[in-house]
Every structure is written in structure tokens, then in C-alpha cells.
């Protein structure tokens, strides 16, 4: 099997500036061993790895050791691939991830997107957590990760 792969330095103007990562345009899912032996093969901070579906795309990243479910710089390497390469001719791509929806809009050569918001929500205090951090905090919120309130920086 071949497969194309392209590596972009996103953030710059030339080569050997910016934030590299691999970019590999599939016309269908690869099996995840393969997809993450690719990227560990690559040793990039991510490998993206996009595929057509209707006016979309699917697109996913992979570290050389993990899938990750967001990666702005590969996402927009990826963008430029479609753009400036592959000749998308669209304003803006939109790109279905494990993140949710990301769109990428071409204006006048720079590529620009916003990314998802995860407003953190508060929480009932978990045991464990009071457990971890040998304290019960005042409140805890939680986004991705739990982010605990005290009264004082003791």
C-alpha cells in the first residue's frame, strides 16, 4: 500500500520554522495499529490523518505513542494540505473530530479557526479527589480535568 504524506510547519513563513506535523490525506480508515505505527514511525508531536466524508471531512491525530482529541497546529497543517496542495476549491472545510465540528476558513492566503470552547460546569466535591488532595476544596469544576477552589494558597 502507499500513502501520501506531507509535513507542514505550521506558524511559519519558511521551512524548518514553526510547528511541524505529518499529514496523511486517507480515502478511508486505516486500522488504529497502523495509524498510530505511522505516527510513531513519523516522531512528530502529531501525525493528522483526514478522510473525505460528503462536503466533510473526518479527521483524527495521533502522538507517536497515543490518539489525542485535539491538535490545532495538525489540524490547520492539514487545512493547508487541502488548500494548497490538493486544491480544495471551498472558502472553508469543515472537519468532524473527536472534539467536535473544527472549520477552517482560506482568507486571502491565511488560514483561520476557532477553537472549541468546554466551559467548565461546577460539581459535587469527589471523595477521591478530597482523598488526592489531602483537603476538601470550597468547590470543584470540571471541564476535562477537575479544577479545585480553595479559600486561601495553603
Not at 74 to 88: C, N, P, S
Not at 114 to 124: C, E, G, I, M, N
Not at 133 to 150: C, H, K, M, Q, S
Request: aromatic share 10%; with cysteine.
Amino acid at each position: 500500500m502507499k500513502l501520501k504524506q506531507y509535513q507542514v510547519d505550521a506558524f511559519a513563513t519558511r521551512v524548518f520554522e514553526g510547528n511541524p506535523a505529518a499529514v496523511c490525506p486517507l480515502e478511508h480508515w486505516l486500522d488504529d495499529r497502523l495509524l498510530q505505527a505511522i505516527a510513531n514511525e513519523n516522531n512528530l508531536s502529531e501525525t493528522a490523518f483526514f478522510v473525505p466524508s460528503g462536503t466533510e471531512f473526518q479527521l483524527r491525530w495521533f502522538t507517536p505513542v497515543a490518539e489525542v482529541d485535539l491538535c490545532g497546529h495538525a489540524t490547520l497543517a492539514a487545512a493547508h494540505v487541502l488548500f494548497d496542495i490538493l486544491g480544495y476549491a471551498g472558502k472553508q472545510i469543515s472537519f468532524q473530530t473527536r472534539s467536535g465540528e473544527l472549520v477552517v476558513e482560506s482568507n486571502d492566503g491565511l488560514l483561520v479557526m476557532d477553537f472549541p470552547a468546554r466551559p467548565p460546569v461546577a460539581k459535587p466535591i469527589p471523595d477521591a479527589l478530597v482523598a488526592a488532595l489531602g483537603r476538601t476544596p470550597r468547590e470543584v469544576w470540571a471541564a476535562n480535568d477537575y479544577i479545585a477552589v480553595f479559600e486561601d494558597g495553603e
